[in-house]
């Protein structure tokens, strides 16, 4: 719209005006018809013409110079009529230009917009299909760790159960067993007064670890230790002053409960055999 404004105006600038040259055509085409010039030359000078010539030569030119500026400004209104027609021509097919133009870059546009918009919703499509086929992998995944770890916790309880039975069989026999040396393990107080005598009492103090001074009576007699202050089974580190004191405590119980006149060298040298 802005460049169609500037047509009349760029053609308005070439446009004959009267009033700007009209002198100049008039005394050039009175001269041309008449032989008669507006302004003074050198042979009228020369000849001396009168006053009569040059007032009859003027009526002449101003007569000529009203028909011609007629026939001028009748020929001007036709051009202009004539300029102002081709200029709304011109118009008229700048603004077809302009509208097939803007419909061109529409229909382009439209197009690649269609096209944009058809390659973005074909690679949405194909996400979206591999989305699907990623969730039903992940599924089926899903579905195949479960059966797994069902099937392995079966089997896990399975053992489970196996091994509970027989931690059960085996506690039945041991208690089967306990029961059928039950009436053997009944002892009265006497008898147990009888089996600490004053020598038994000296091989338990003097090896703790021993059952009644035998150093392996049997082979579970590891589990059936006597426990005792001699026999201290300890993880923790000890002070010197502590090691002291265990020291100190250790040969007042040896001085208070060994008796040294019934560890003879004999007697010694015998337990060291066994």
């Given amino acids: 719209r802005r460049h169609l404004n500037r047509i009349p105006r760029l053609l308005t600038n070439h446009e004959p005006t009267i009033t700007n040259i009209e002198h100049a055509i008039l005394e050039r085409c009175y001269s041309s018809t008449t032989g008669v010039a507006s302004s003074s030359s050198p042979a009228q000078e020369a000849a001396g013409a009168g006053e009569e010539e040059s007032s009859s030569s003027l009526v002449g030119y101003n007569n000529f110079t009203s028909d011609f500026k007629k026939k001028m400004t009748h020929e001007y209104a036709k051009q202009k009529i004539e300029y102002k027609k081709q200029v709304k021509i011109i118009r008229k097919q700048y603004i077809e230009q302009v509208e097939r133009a803007r419909a061109r870059e529409s229909a382009t546009l439209a197009a690649e917009t269609a096209i944009r918009t058809r390659r973005k919703l074909e690679r949405l499509r194909k996400k979206n299909l591999r989305s699907v086929r990623n969730a039903m992998r992940a599924e089926l995944e899903r579905r195949a760790r479960h ?12 053992r489970r159960e196996a091994r509970n039975e027989r931690f059960r069989r085996a506690r039945q026999l041991i208690v ?5 040396e039950a009436p053997l393990w009944m002892t009265t107080a006497e008898e147990v007064e009888a089996a600490f005598t004053h020598d038994a009492m000296q091989e338990l103090w003097a090896f703790p670890r021993s059952v009644l001074g035998a150093p392996k009576p049997s082979m579970d007699s590891d589990f059936w230790n006597m426990e005792c202050h001699t026999w201290q089974i300890s993880r923790t580190y000890k002070n010197k002053r502590q090691v002291l004191l265990e020291a100190i405590l250790e040969e007042v119980y040896r001085d208070t409960n060994i008796d040294m006149n019934y560890w003879t060298e004999d007697k010694l040298a015998e337990r060291q055999e066994k």
């Avoid at 059966?147 to 399975?158: G, H, K, N, S, V």
């Fill in 147 to 158: 059966e797994a770890w069902q099937r392995e916790l079966e089997a896990t309880q399975e």
């Fill in 176 to 180: 089967d067993e306990l029961e059928q």
